[in-house]
Nanobody, 118 residues
């Protein structure tokens, strides 16, 4: 079992930055692929970014490419999402996810709210 707890959300003006963190617990947490998803009110959940277990490969949605950076610290069992040049359309609840495969996620966090004001 892997438990995920997100933090770092908040209210920021357009153009600002935030860094989200996702702390994982569980013996196998270091071996999982990790990802961030987001869900805005009235919209479906969408993929934001993913990173493989070693951190050597990262993937991004086109909408955040060049602005967001995903990274991980396997010693701390924590995944980060650095978000720069934030836009009002980035407003959503951001969820952390973990899975054995980059294409399939078995564990989800409760989410952290990010609100970007114009």
């Amino acid at each position: 079992q892997v438990q995920l707890v997100e933090s770092g959300g908040g209210l920021v003006q357009a153009g600002g930055s935030l860094r989200l963190s996702c702390a994982a617990s569980g013996r196998t947490a270091r071996s999982y692929a990790m990802a961030w998803f987001r869900q805005a009110p009235g919209k479906e959940r969408e993929f934001v970014a993913a990173i493989n277990w070693s951190g050597g490969n990262t993937y991004y949605a086109d909408s955040v490419k060049g602005r967001f950076t995903i990274s991980r610290d396997n010693v701390k069992k924590t995944v980060y999402l650095q978000m720069n040049s934030l836009k009002p359309e980035d407003t959503a609840v951001y969820h952390c996810a973990a899975g054995a495969l980059l294409s399939e996620y078995d564990y989800w966090g409760q989410g952290t709210q990010v609100t970007v004001s114009s």
